[in-house]
């Protein structure tokens, strides 16, 4: 089974800002990063899902109009600090969640933890599906968590893993340890 993980293309957004579940524009050139992200995959899917947020469902509609929606694989939620830059949210709190992130909340959002749960019982359901060609279009932080859950690398370290806007990973659930993307090292 192939599973090929795309993360949606680059936004318009303010510098730094914060947008976990906040709805934001895609940035120009949407048909040329498509062209890109199409050239990596296969022509054809026996599924296509997408996390809800319209960055997402933009290009799982571009690579196949009967694509399902699936809440599980939206972007860690930042809860209080959606819509703000790091630099204007308590900066405190910002310290307290960074030295431990995967386990302490953010005020009025998620953790890691919580972000895996989601994620780990997506692709639990998935490995039972008989779809043999799957493409899943969601975020960094979902396609990062996955990646390093797959690599059996402690959650803390994340954030090592390089994931660019409208970046192509394909996973081969058979092998786990077969993780590789066009636009990044084998993991």
């Not at 929606?69 to 307290?96: C, I, N, P, Y």
């Amino acid at each position: 089974m192939e599973v090929y993980l795309i993360r949606h293309t680059k936004p318009l957004l303010t510098p730094g800002l914060i947008y976990g579940h906040l709805e934001v524009e895609l940035a120009a050139g949407l048909e040329t990063e498509l062209d890109n992200i199409r050239s990596q995959l296969p022509i054809h899917f026996d599924a296509v899902y997408s996390s809800p947020s319209t960055r997402c469902t933009l290009l799982a509609k571009a690579i196949n109009p009967n694509y399902r929606v699936d809440e599980r694989l939206r972007e860690l939620h930042f809860g209080d600090w959606e819509g703000k830059t790091w630099d204007t949210v308590d900066q405190a709190d910002l310290k307290f969640w960074m030295e431990d992130f995967v386990n302490v909340r953010i005020p009025g959002g998620e953790s890691m933890l919580d972000l895996k749960g989601r994620v780990e019982d997506f692709f639990t359901i998935l490995n039972h599906s008989p779809d043999e060609k799957i493409a899943i279009v969601t975020h960094g932080g979902v396609i990062r968590l996955l990646l390093t859950l797959l690599a059996d690398k402690p959650l803390h370290q994340c954030f090592e893993m390089k994931v660019d806007y409208a970046s192509v990973f394909k996973i081969d659930r058979l092998s786990t340890d077969r993780i590789y993307s066009s636009n990044a090292n084998r993991v």
